[in-house]
């Protein structure tokens, strides 16, 4: 076996790090502040779309298309209550719909994002309640 | 020299569990199932990796942060320390 390994510096491969004082922080964690209150969930709504884009269709996949486009579907015309989508997030179907048009929505509603209309009530029916 | 946690096994949580996303100052983990986010700072991003899964105990966690990084204070404390923070959060589990 050879035993002559070159010396390599390591000092420019290592990076300095510093485990910190005993006293210090180094974690800071946030909680949601959301108050998911049984009521407030059963009345919160999500409108499918935002009224920002009222009107638009929805494709299966949610994703927001123009109206008319084929293969996508109309909007339901009214938002729905975090309950109603929280029953239908575990398996069940929106009011009012049948089984393609609640995919889609609920597909929609699983993209929404922080700063769209009913993205708050969205993320409170996922919080662990108590 | 108290090292009656010497046998402790520190393991980072299981990774499906945690969407980690480094920010400039700062990494941000978000732990799903409690829904609670995690700012954290050096060397706690280093300490998770190093940790993985299998886990590792504290003087085995140290070795590795040596030879990983220049640690300009290879304290025992600090090190408690920073675990404990991590046990705390939920973040590291104990064997």
């Known amino acids: 076996m050879n035993d002559?390994?070159?010396?390599?510096?390591?000092?420019?491969?290592?990076?300095?790090?510093?485990?910190?004082?005993v006293g210090a922080a180094a974690v800071v964690s946030i909680r949601p502040a959301l108050a998911s209150t049984a009521a407030s969930i059963s009345t919160?709504?999500?409108?499918v779309p935002d009224s920002g884009r009222a009107g638009s269709y929805i494709a299966a996949d949610g994703t927001v298309v123009p109206a008319g486009t084929r293969g996508a579907f109309a909007p339901p015309g009214r938002p729905f209550k975090g309950e109603e989508v929280k029953t239908a997030l575990a398996g069940g179907q929106l009011p009012g719909t049948n089984y393609e048009q609640s995919r889609a929505y609920t597909n929609y509603i699983r993209r929404l994002q922080s700063g769209t209309s009913g993205f708050t009530c969205f993320a409170s029916l996922q919080m662990p309640r108590g | 020299m108290d090292d009656s946690r010497g046998d402790i096994v520190y393991r980072m949580a299981r990774p499906e569990t945690l969407k980690i996303t480094h920010l400039d100052s700062f990494t941000a983990v978000f732990h799903r199932a409690s829904g609670i986010t995690h700012l954290v700072t050096s060397p706690v991003p280093?300490?998770?990796?190093?940790?993985?899964?299998?886990?590792?105990?504290r003087v085995d966690l140290m070795a590795r942060l040596s030879v990983d990084y220049l640690l300009g204070d290879a304290d025992e404390a600090a090190l408690d320390?920073?675990?404990?923070?991590?046990?705390?959060?939920g973040l590291v589990a104990v064997a």
């Open chain 2, 46 to 57: 280093e300490i998770l990796a190093a940790l993985g899964e299998a886990g590792m105990r």
């Open chain 1, 4 to 21: 002559d390994t070159p010396e390599l510096p390591n000092t420019t491969r290592r990076r300095a790090l510093m485990l910190g004082a």
């Open chain 2, 81 to 89: 320390a920073r675990l404990d923070e991590l046990v705390a959060a």
């Open chain 1, 44 to 47: 919160c709504e999500i409108p």
